[in-house]
């Protein structure tokens, strides 16, 4: 495609945005017959053929950019978050996990969430009631097809419980996975072509209106192609309406801060845009 599309989810259909021109789609063009299709770009292209100018979308009705899709996710990935998850296990005496997986050839991958547990653009997304030291963790997402082709990418927010992974490390589902635990959004951006290494990913949490972090890092710093991390996803494992695959946050907030309720998260990428979530 010679320029990305992004892909916006609304109760009304897709909204596709190419070179600020946006089309609704197609009813029968849906996220998940994007990604079952052998050729994605292809199949967006016929259904932009078919499609009906409109609006830009109002911020208010944007849907999270998936379906039937699972939500996977890569750790350590970043130099920076090997560090953290090593400081962070220290005392359970799990650390020197975090350093092995960073240097095998074997990526570390877990489940992140089912499309139930995703939050949309806009929208909230949860801290545990029974853990003390939260934050988010802003991340490239992979979008990739059923047959385990990368065509296109959003953003992620990766919320994490680092008190409840730091304890044990077999506690990782439970620091990872629960209701609202991630956000996708607040585009698909369907391309041929990924993030450049030195495209820039940066978070702000705002709290009363004040910036109380922030900080960014750029694609190229993740130490593993990514293609390989599909690869790796896809090893002896199937998934008939293809999956988003986070691939890990390499800016991660000192260990004396924590989320509060009400605090306002906003992660950036061009040309994804800014994917912007409360805390519940």
């Known amino acids: 495609m010679p320029t990305p599309i992004r892909l916006y989810s609304t109760p009304a259909g897709l909204i596709a945005d190419e070179n600020d021109a946006f089309r609704l789609l197609p009813t029968a063009l849906t996220l998940d017959a994007l990604f ?3 050729d994605p ?3 967006l292209r016929a259904g932009l053929a078919a499609a009906s100018p409109c609006l830009a979308p109002a911020p208010a009705t944007l849907l999270a950019p998936l379906r039937s899709q699972e939500v996977w996710a890569a750790g350590v990935t970043y130099y920076r978050s090997r560090t953290a998850r090593m400081a962070e296990s220290k005392e359970s005496g799990g650390g020197t996990f975090y350093d092995k997986v960073y240097e095998a050839d074997r990526p570390e991958l877990f489940f992140k969430a089912t499309p139930h547990r995703v939050a949309a653009p806009g929208t909230g997304v949860r801290i545990r009631g029974d853990s003390k030291w939260n934050v988010p963790e802003p991340e490239l997402t992979l979008a990739i097809t059923s047959a385990g082709a990368i065509f296109g990418y959003t953003l992620g927010n990766d919320m ?3 008190d409840i992974e730091g304890e044990n490390p077999l506690y990782l589902p439970q620091a990872k996975v629960y209701d ?3 956000a996708l959004g607040p585009c698909l951006v369907v391309t041929n072509t990924l993030p450049a290494p030195d495209a820039v990913i940066s978070i702000e949490i705002r709290r009363a209106g004040t910036v109380v972090f922030a900080g960014e890092t750029t694609i190229g710093q993740i130490k593993r192609p990514l293609p390989s991390l599909a690869a790796w996803l896809f090893r002896d494992n199937a998934f008939p309406c293809g999956a988003y695959l986070m691939t890990g946050t390499g800016v991660v907030p000192p260990d004396s801060f924590t989320l509060q309720p009400c605090d306002e998260v906003r992660i950036s990428l ?5 994917l912007s979530n409360f805390i519940l």
Request: a positive charge; proline letters at 6%; glycine letters at 6%.
């Open 160 to 162: 994490s419980s680092r």
């Open 41 to 43: 770009q292809a199949l």
């Open 180 to 182: 609202r635990s991630a």
């Open 36 to 38: 079952m299709s052998a």
């Open 270 to 274: 061009a040309p994804v845009g800014t």
